[in-house]
């Protein structure tokens, strides 16, 4: 890097990328993103990274490399200059006509009358007008009026784009070609701009995801509907897409739709959906064979309720340095560092193999034993997830961990029985585990026992305020302690509204 100086102190940082050099940047996105640039990208990329190199007064590529690759906030920095935010209301709009007259009256029809509740996710979401248009199609469906919710979450790689979305603002041209009867009810003029209006704005949420670097925690994956993802898997490699669609497949309950871009398909990709063709327009639908019950990922944003008011949770760990099984956290002489790197990397077959090396040397460490459980678990493999959490319990009968994760393991089953008997048992050796306490509400939700929910999402909450920061965040994955909060909270006041107390 001879020549790169810092800015202002003589030379000005390199304009030009190597072809090394690209290729070392390229690579390093792909494995941390998912999203890959072809060679043709090297300008566009070079633009990207000059504009974060300058701005963080880098003296050349190597050394801002070192900083992408210690900083995650610079990562997303970067990602949000790369990622392509190309969309617009109701896009596509047969899928959307399909979604409102087909898709939600379907899934409404076929769910208990307990559970009235329509969960849908807008994947790699970009400024916000596609979970915006979701929201205004459920609410355009008339199942609000019929005394059904609407929950919508959306999600990006890029933080800048997320910002714009969480505003809801967007200039004349944006509604232009929209109906005016469309305009008229979902959205507000605000001087030369228009707002979504507040009606379509409380259905939604959003958060940041990484598809690929992201985990999908078992606790928090499942219950969605609905779930969007199109044009982003486009970016990806066919590798990398197949283990996007497979996390979809385990987040869908039964019966619940993938929507995908109108020129992609799945044919190459995952023979686990079943295509749907709804007025010209094709959809993947999960086939259903039983129901798997289980709580959805919300928004991560500040609690603003009169309880966290008054009792505020102290040390909420951050995703990116709690010790999970997810998360890349070693030190000194740690044998699962190998390990923790290839999980946080995307790479689960790697991480598998070096785990079973390493319980060849040391068959009693129970921190592998629940690792590979939870690797084989995201995988769907249940049969050698189960075996790894009995011998992790072999060693130790007093793991919760184990426990929660059996517990989790017969509830995505559909074993209901075992399910809540390993969480409660997790609870008996732990009491503050609040996961457990959170899916034994879940189950108790699902099931209509509104009282047993009401108690459990209750003592849930008191776990956390005891113990913010206990074992049970190994299993938060990328998400927070508020994720777990607003949840609970949700989940009370619709248990509390069933038995009449709200």
């Known amino acids: 890097m001879t020549g790169d100086t810092m800015p202002g102190s003589g030379e000005k940082l390199s304009k030009d990328l190597t072809v090394a050099e690209f290729r070392q940047f390229r690579d390093y996105i792909h494995q941390h993103s998912g999203i890959y640039l072809e060679e043709s990208k090297t300008d566009s990329l070079r633009i990207s990274l000059l504009a974060r190199a300058t701005r963080i007064e880098c003296v050349g590529w190597d050394a801002y490399f070192e900083v992408l690759a210690r900083d995650e906030r610079e990562f997303r920095e ?73 929950e919508v979450f959306g999600t990006d790689v890029s933080t800048k784009a997320l910002g714009v979305a969480k505003a809801g603002i967007y200039p004349a041209r944006a509604v232009a070609g929209l109906p005016d009867d469309v305009v008229t009810r979902h959205f507000v003029g605000v001087d030369d701009s228009f707002r979504v209006a507040a009606h379509a704005r409380g259905l939604v949420d959003f958060g940041y995801h990484n598809l690929i670097k992201e985990p999908y925690p078992l606790a928090l994956m499942g219950n969605w509907d609905v779930i969007f993802c199109r044009n982003v898997t ?88 709690t010790p999970s099984p997810q998360t890349p956290v070693t030190g000194p002489g740690d044998p699962l560092a190998p390990v923790r790197i290839h999980v946080a990397a995307g790479r689960p077959k790697e991480a598998l193999a070096e785990l079973e090396a390493l319980l060849i040397l040391e068959a009693g460490n129970t921190e592998a034993r629940l690792l590979a459980a939870h690797l084989f678990a995201d995988a769907g493999d249940y049969d050698r997830a189960l075996d790894e959490c009995q011998r992790a319990l072999d060693v130790n009968p007093l793991l919760p961990g184990a426990r929660y994760l059996l517990g989790v393991i017969h509830q995505r089953q559909g074993d209901v029985t075992r399910a809540v008997s390993e969480l409660k048992k997790t609870i008996y050796i732990d009491p503050e585990y609040v996961l457990a306490h959170l899916n034994l509400g879940n189950i108790y939700k699902a099931d209509g026992r509104f009282s047993d929910a009401c108690r459990a999402y209750e003592n849930a909450l008191r776990a956390l305020d005891k113990n913010p920061e206990g074992e049970w965040t190994l299993f938060l994955g990328g998400w927070t302690a508020d994720v777990v909060v607003k949840t609970c909270e949700r989940s009370l006041l619709e248990c509390r509204k069933a038995t009449g107390i709200a």
């Open 234 to 321: 486009i970016y990806f490699k066919l590798e990398s897409t197949r283990r996007v669609v497979q996390n979809f497949h385990n987040s869908l309950n039964e019966g619940g739709y993938l929507f995908i871009g109108h020129s992609e398909t799945l044919t190459t990709i995952s023979d686990r959906f079943d295509p749907v063709e709804v007025g010209g327009v094709f959809l993947y639908r999960k086939a259903s064979v039983r129901r798997v019950h289980a709580i959805p990922p919300v928004a991560v944003r500040e609690i603003r309720s009169k309880r966290r008011a008054d009792t505020t949770v102290p040390g909420t760990p951050n995703p990116r340095s």
């Open 78 to 150: 970067l990602m949000s200059l790369i990622t392509i935010n190309e969309t617009s209301f109701f896009r596509f709009p047969g899928q959307f006509d399909a979604l409102r007259e087909v898709v939600l009256p379907e899934i409404a029809e076929a769910r208990a009358s307990e559970n009235r509740t329509l969960r849908m996710w807008s994947a790699g979401c970009s400024t916000g007008e596609e979970p915006y248009s979701i929201a205004m199609t459920f609410l355009d469906s008339g199942l609000e009026t019929a005394g059904w919710r609407g």
